[in-house]
C-alpha cells in the first residue's frame, strides 16, 4: 500500500532483531494483548509447550509467533521451499535492513547509503533494556525453533547487512562507529 503512493525511487530500509531476545521481550510487553502469552504462566512454561497456549488466528496471537514475518506482511503459513525466495524479494524492496542488535553499524551503513555527512548521525541511549538481565541459552534456542520464520528473517538480513559491511570497509565501520560513540 506504502508503494502505490511513494515515488519510484523511494529507498526503504527497515530493522530486525534477534528472535531469540526478541521473543522475550515480546512476552513481557505483549502479554495484555496476546491470548497466547496471557494464558501462560510464565515464558519458560510458554517454550515449554508453546502449542499448548497458543491458537492461530486468534486476535493479538500474532504477537506470540514470528511478530517480524507478520510485520513484513509476508505470508503465514508458508511452504518451507519457498522461503528463500520470498527473502530475496522482499530485500528487493527493503534494500537495506538494519540489525537492532549492531544498531550503532546500522547508522553508519544507513548514513552512508542516504549519502548524508557523518556529523549528521548521531545516537544516544533510550529505551534500552538492563543489561544485567540475561535471557537463557536454552531460551534462545526454544523462542528461535518457535519462531522460525522470524529465525530465517533475521539470519537472512543478517549475513546481508554483514556482507554490506564488508563492502563498506569493517576497518572502516568500526573507524566511524567509534566517532559516533564518542
Not at 6 to 19: G, H, L
Not at 25 to 51: G, H, T
Not at 164 to 173: C, T, W
Request: aromatic content about 14%; glycine content about 4%.
Amino acid at each position: 500500500q506504502v508503494q502505490r503512493v511513494m515515488p519510484n525511487d523511494t529507498f526503504y530500509f527497515s530493522i530486525v532483531r534477534d528472535p531469540g531476545t526478541l521473543g522475550e521481550s515480546a512476552f513481557s510487553y505483549f502479554r495484555a494483548a496476546a491470548p497466547a502469552f496471557r494464558a501462560s504462566p510464565s515464558l519458560d512454561a510458554f517454550l515449554e509447550s508453546p502449542s499448548r497456549f497458543f491458537r492461530p488466528g486468534i486476535r493479538g496471537n500474532h504477537y506470540a509467533r514470528n511478530l517480524q514475518w507478520f510485520d513484513f506482511g509476508l505470508p503465514d503459513p508458508v511452504d518451507p521451499e519457498k522461503i528463500p525466495a520470498i527473502l530475496e524479494n522482499l530485500e528487493k524492496t527493503f534494500p537495506l535492513v538494519l540489525l537492532a542488535e549492531n544498531f550503532d553499524e546500522s547508522l553508519v551503513l544507513l548514513r552512508d547509503r542516504l549519502c548524508w555527512p557523518r556529523e549528521s548521525v548521531d545516537l544516544f541511549p533510550h529505551n534500552s533494556r538492563d543489561k544485567s538481565q540475561k535471557i537463557r541459552p536454552d531460551q534462545v534456542r526454544r523462542l528461535r525453533a518457535w519462531n522460525s520464520l522470524d529465525w530465517a528473517l533475521y539470519s537472512h538480513f543478517n549475513r546481508s547487512f554483514w556482507e554490506k559491511a564488508r563492502k563498506f570497509g569493517i576497518s572502516r565501520l568500526r573507524e566511524e562507529v567509534g566517532k559516533i560513540r564518542e
